[in-house]
Antibody
Framework: QVQLVESGGDLVKPGGSLRLSCAASGFTFSDFYMSWIRQTPGKGLEWVSYISSSGSTIYYADSVKGRFTISRDNAKNSLYLQMSSLRAEDTAVYYC?????????WGQGTLVTVSS | QSVLTQPPSVFGAPGQSVTISCTGSSSNIGAGYDVHWYQQFPGTAPKLLIHGNSNRPSGVPDRFSGSKSGTSASLAITGLQAEDEADYYCQSYDMSLYGAVFGGGTKVTVL
């Protein structure tokens, strides 16, 4: 079965950086678009970014454009999100998900807290 | 405020039916983009419930059904069970925002 396991969430100061990882298994990773989606109690769910199977097509929400970078390593069945210039409003649970039109499967999430 | 509007809460007794609305606009649902639904229990990740307006992934009971008309969509739960108590979110694509958008979520409470 599809399994997605995120890691890398942490407490970081405003302006800091963090790299999230997502390990995928149970499907042919290189065949699928992958996404990062975040959830906060106040703003709800937000589709942050997605990347095509080859990495040639990438989308970012306006709220993270220029600060976040999505990437993937198909040889390692892994998805990444490099986050920089972090702000308090980036505090959220970040989910790795398979798909880009809709999220077919989700990981368990990793908590990112941006606070001084 | 979310681009897609859902009622904050819906209540129903066991065995009854409830419907959750998801109202959009001419730049998302009304433009013909598909609507998808997710179910989320406290402390867990959302789970895909309906995709492409009315399609259930394998394993989702047929008590759950989705529909779309005009600028709105609906999720219906028939034969409500205690285990259906959860938050439900709709999702679509918005062409003016160039990205996926979510509803604010609806909490279903089984009385």
């Amino acid at each position: 079965q599809v399994q997605l396991v995120e890691s890398g969430g942490d407490l970081v100061k405003p302006g800091g950086s963090l790299r999230l990882s997502c390990a995928a298994s149970g499907f042919t990773f290189s065949d699928f678009y992958m996404s990062w989606i975040r959830q906060t109690p106040g703003k709800g769910l937000e589709w942050v970014s997605y990347i095509s199977s080859s990495g040639s097509t990438i989308y970012y929400a306006d709220s993270v454009k220029g600060r976040f970078t999505i990437s993937r390593d198909n040889a390692k069945n892994s998805l990444y999100l490099q986050m920089s210039s972090l702000r308090a409003e980036d505090t959220a649970v970040y989910y790795c998900a398979r798909g880009y039109k809709f999220a077919f499967a989700w990981g368990q999430g990793t908590l990112v807290t941006v606070s001084s | 405020q979310s681009v897609l509007t859902q009622p904050p809460s819906v209540f129903g007794a066991p065995g009854q039916s409830v419907t959750i609305s998801c109202t959009g606009s001419s730049s998302n649902i009304g433009a013909g983009y598909d609507v998808h639904w997710y179910q989320q229990f406290p402390g867990t990740a959302p789970k895909l419930l309906i995709h492409g307006n009315s399609n259930r992934p394998s394993g989702v009971p047929d008590r759950f059904s989705g529909s779309k008309s005009g600028t709105s969509a609906s999720l219906a739960i028939t034969g409500l069970q205690a285990e259906d108590e959860a938050d439900y979110y709709c999702q679509s694509y918005d062409m003016s925002l160039y990205g996926a958008v979510f509803g604010g979520g609806t909490k279903v409470t089984v009385l």
